[in-house]
């Protein structure tokens, strides 16, 4: 168990519809990284948050946003669902920032779009 | 950002036999380069890291050795073990922030 928590672990639901996952990392982390997961892509960096701030943004479609909460939890809203968003979708959290410490990745969230 | 390309995408080996997974990295700057294991339906785990100060580094079966010159970092498993089969992900750090990923190596181990 890494300590990092995700919910829901699966969740299906019909296109143009609108999800949010969730996210705590472990304790004493102040970074939250999202990443998507498919079968031809790989693992592909989403957004990245530090102490409550937006830090790095990657391959995120406008059709997603997140946010990170002074608890430092965080979540990711995924709007107007297409088939092609259906993905693993995984957090990760570390104490500072990339190159400087490990990450630690949550179960993930299994999205499936129909 | 960074460029993480990643060789083999696939690798059967059998039991007992070493195993190599090599990357390159674009971005000369970069000085952190993990290694994760995922098991299939399971998340990403840390299984060994480097840093850019140090060329080689150990952990039982597992090593992991970096060439800053030719910006590449290979991943080395020794007498492989059929639990050692899972997907294999390099990473280097983009900007220096998030990691990018090279695209997996997933291994076979048969006894």
């Known amino acids: 168990d890494s300590g990092v928590t995700q919910t829901p672990k699966h969740l299906i639901t019909a296109t143009g519809q609108r999800v949010t996952l969730r996210c705590s990392p472990r304790?004493?982390?102040?970074?939250v990284y999202w990443y998507q997961q498919s079968l031809d892509q790989g693992l592909q960096f989403l957004i990245q948050?530090?102490?409550?701030?937006?830090?790095a943004k990657g391959n995120i479609l406008e059709r997603f946003s997140a946010q990170q909460f002074p608890d430092l939890h965080s979540e990711l809203n995924l709007s107007s669902l297409e088939l092609g968003d259906s993905a693993l979708y995984f957090c990760?959290?570390?104490?500072?920032?990339?190159?400087?410490?490990?990450?630690?990745f949550g179960p993930g969230t299994r999205l499936t779009v129909t | 950002g960074e460029n993480v390309e990643q060789h083999p995408s696939t690798l059967s080996v059998q039991e007992g036999d070493s195993a190599v997974i090599k990357c390159t990295y674009s971005d000369s700057a970069s000085n952190y380069f993990p290694w994760y294991k995922q098991e299939l339906g399971k998340r990403p785990q840390l299984i060994i890291d480097?840093?850019?100060?140090?060329g080689e580094k150990k952990d039982q079966r597992i090593a992991v050795t970096l060439n800053k010159t030719a910006k590449h970092f290979s991943l080395h498993i020794t007498e492989t073990q059929p639990e050692d089969s899972a997907v294999y992900f390099c990473a280097a750090p983009r900007e220096g922030y998030a990691l990018n990923f090279g695209k997996g190596t997933s291994l076979l181990v048969t006894p």
């Open positions: 304790s004493g982390d102040l970074s």
């Open positions: 480097i840093r850019s100060n140090v």
């Open positions: 990760a959290s570390s104490v500072g920032l990339a190159g400087v410490s490990e990450q630690y």
């Open positions: 948050y530090y102490n409550g701030e937006e830090r």
